[in-house]
């Protein structure tokens, strides 16, 4: 695909025809976002952690979850991915990210699909990227659950919005019933509950703190291997715990996930 084939004049029409952009991506020089309330985001994000992710991604594929406008999976590419799926469940977001792609003469695949919906793709990707999309699930763990499932082969990449403490301190596998101080510590893992918006935002549901995103990836079946940005945890696809299964939805099973691995 050749960038070429679009004439610079036309970029910034077509940018303002998408609406309005979460991503300011540079495209031949037009910015799709330039007052971005965050700065020039994305890319203050991905500075801060782009060295914890293989600069040479030659022979692996690339899952990208609530890609948005398309900057992330862009990224990929330019370190040479073989193969980069993208999925959104905003006709808008997605609309933005082929027109981003396009004039960034790069072949991605793009596709409506919901996190909810993974199984369907019926491909396990060797890097999953998570970025800011927990927060905006009702039903977060279950979707950590079906991307260990039925999505990522090695690493995820998962960042995530975190309010709340900080700490971290150990917690113990159990406590009695007496037990109720713990619930009141800075470091126990916390999910807030958004009941109607948070900055304005209806689709944000719920923010944890860092205690809680390291335990929901963990009882997920991810081991956090590095932590290189405030927000931003790469973790290693690992087996689940051998125990009783505690969710109300069917347990994970080695036949499910054996069954979609491509």
């Not at 971005?36 to 022979?59: E, N, S, V």
């Not at 919906?117 to 019926?122: K, Q």
Request: hydrophobic content about 40%; glycine content about 6%; overall charge negative.
């Amino acid at each position: 695909m050749s960038h070429e084939t679009i004439d610079a004049d036309v970029i910034p029409q077509r940018i303002a025809e998408l609406g309005d952009w979460f991503h300011n991506i540079n495209l031949r020089g037009y910015p799709t976002a330039p007052d971005h309330f965050l700065g020039d985001y994305p890319a203050i994000k991905w500075r801060t952690f782009a060295d914890a992710i293989p600069a040479d991604l030659r022979g692996r594929t690339v899952l990208d979850v609530g890609c948005n406008g398309g900057f992330y999976s862009l990224e990929m590419k330019r370190r040479g991915a073989d193969r980069v799926v993208g999925i959104d469940w905003d006709e808008r977001y997605l609309a933005q990210a082929r027109f981003a792609a396009e004039v960034s003469g790069v072949a991605i695949e793009f596709r409506r699909l919901s996190v909810y919906d993974i199984a369907s793709l019926r491909e396990r990707f060797d890097i999953v990227l998570f970025m800011g999309v927990l927060y905006h699930l009702r039903h977060p763990l279950l979707a950590l659950d079906l991307l260990h499932a039925h999505a990522t082969r090695d690493l995820l990449v998962f960042q995530s919005m975190l309010r709340g403490a900080g700490d971290i301190e150990p917690i113990a596998d159990d406590y009695p019933f007496t037990e109720t101080s713990i619930f009141d510590t800075a470091a126990y893992p916390r999910l807030h509950f958004v009941e109607h918006k948070y900055s304005g935002d209806r689709t944000n549901w719920w923010i944890p703190n860092r205690a809680a995103v390291e335990a929901m990836l963990r009882s997920a079946g991810y081991r956090v291997i590095a932590h290189p940005e405030a927000e931003v945890f790469v973790c290693q696809h690992a087996a689940l715990p051998d125990e009783e299964p505690r969710a109300v939805y069917p347990p994970r099973g080695p036949s499910s996930a054996q069954s979609t691995t491509s």
